[in-house]
């Protein structure tokens, strides 16, 4: 069994803010509705008296719902609407991202095909959607790479569609794990190597680039073991962060030796590349 946890909204700026608020809470999946957002949680999971007493302190009017899990998937398939997403530089289609049910866009040269289910990761997400961008400028030919907190999988696929020979692909949950598994065989994809941990390890051969489309938190726990998993030289992607931390990842990221080199903001979410130099 499921419960969600219906939170009415009245614009994106305050869904992220809560999405941002509950960032470390153990949750399946998020959705973002027009009017609300919905966090489902399994029914025995303790985290739900957090968000609950959170809610109440702040005296937001919410309702719960429950779901049987077998309606889940399903649930999911019908609010996932395929995606197209712009190359940075002129706009034109750059990639794009269907479920199975979808049909193809021949015209459009790269695809990705991500099967929901309850891992994030679809594209659709500001920070999926800029960590695309960002790595679309950089080059992936030969190089290794580190997804840390894949989610979906669905950087990691990105990634080897780039020209990465060797990726890792981490995450602390088993359904991502399970989901990413799926999506790497849908979309035939050679070169990753799925792992489940709960934290960044120390690569013993640091890699080329590091994604990190994760939240500050957990960066700031983990930044130590991300730039020692690094290469002189390579290249770590931050994402999962709101404008109002800036400074504060910035800051984070220059004390660990790190250099920055961009910084983009859509729709409230920062995406970074630092360098380690």
Known sequence: MYTNI?????????MELWIAKFSEVQFLGIEERP????????????????????LKMSETVFSLETLEPTNWNAHWESQFEPIVIPNPIDDTPMLYIRAHFHPQRP???KEIC????MSFGTGHHATTLQMIQMMSQLSFSGKSVLDFGTG??????YAEMLGANQILAIDYDPWCIENTQENLQTNDCKKITVLQADH????IEPVDIILANINLNVIQDNLNAIVKSTKMGGKILFSG???HDKELLQSSIENAGLQVTQVKLFNQWLVVCAERA
């Open 114 to 117: 991500i099967t929901p289910k």
């Open 241 to 243: 962060v709101l404008d």
């Open 152 to 157: 979906t999988g669905i950087l990691a696929i």
């Open 107 to 109: 015209e459009i040269a």
């Open 200 to 203: 960044c390890p120390e690569l």
């Open 6 to 14: 219906i939170i009415p909204c009245n614009n994106i700026s305050e």
């Open 35 to 54: 009017t609300e957002l919905v966090i489902s949680m399994e029914k025995d999971n303790p985290d739900i008296e957090l968000v609950l007493q959170q």
